[in-house]
């Protein structure tokens, strides 16, 4: 967590994720930044960027194949995300 974060109004986290067992997963792993903000009492808003970094040289062609996979299963990921973040408030209350 950040030392900019203030505790019931906003918070940013970074986290790493580290893909191994994958084709070249030992060469590069994706940040994610989460900003959470206080809306009001009952209700906040989730920003997330994520950015893929490389901890070796890697050809072009295959950074091209990583920064593709990556950013495609990025998208997958944090959509998934945002559609059970729709829909669970809603279950919960059932």
Do not use: H
């Not at 590069?28 to 970094?53: D, E, G, H, M, P």
């Not at 997958?76 to 995300?81: A, G, I, Q, R, Y």
């Amino acid at each position: 967590m950040y030392p900019e974060s203030r505790p019931g109004q906003f918070y940013l986290v970074d986290t790493e994720c580290v893909n191994g067992g994958i084709p070249y997963g030992e060469n590069f792993y994706v940040v994610n930044r989460f900003c959470i903000a206080r809306v009001s009492s009952s209700k906040s808003r989730l920003r997330i960027t994520s950015q893929i970094k490389y901890r070796k040289n890697v050809w072009g062609i295959v950074r091209s194949f990583i920064d593709k996979n990556a950013s495609a299963g990025i998208v997958d990921t944090f959509t998934v995300l945002g559609i059970v973040l729709i829909i669970l408030p809603r279950v919960a209350y059932l």
